[in-house]
């Protein structure tokens, strides 16, 4: 698992795909999202404007990202 930290109390999931470097641009996170190809604490999120806070964990590609 690997630690992202953020500056703020809270992140969008677009957003933070994008810090993570999870994802190039805002249209992939988008795609990628409404695909549902993405998982927040564990289960498929479709929103990409979803609030993410510390400790939520962010899952894609295989790949889980926590937000620190």
Do not use: C, W, Y
């Amino acid at each position: 698992m690997t630690d992202v930290p953020i500056r703020d109390d809270m992140i969008r999931l677009g957003q933070f795909l994008k810090l993570a470097n999870a994802i190039e641009t805002g249209g992939e996170a988008k795609l990628r999202i409404t695909a549902g190809e993405v998982t927040v604490n564990g289960e498929v999120e479709v929103r990409r404007g979803r609030q993410l806070h510390r400790g939520d964990v962010v899952g894609i590609d295989g790949e889980s990202l926590r937000v620190a």
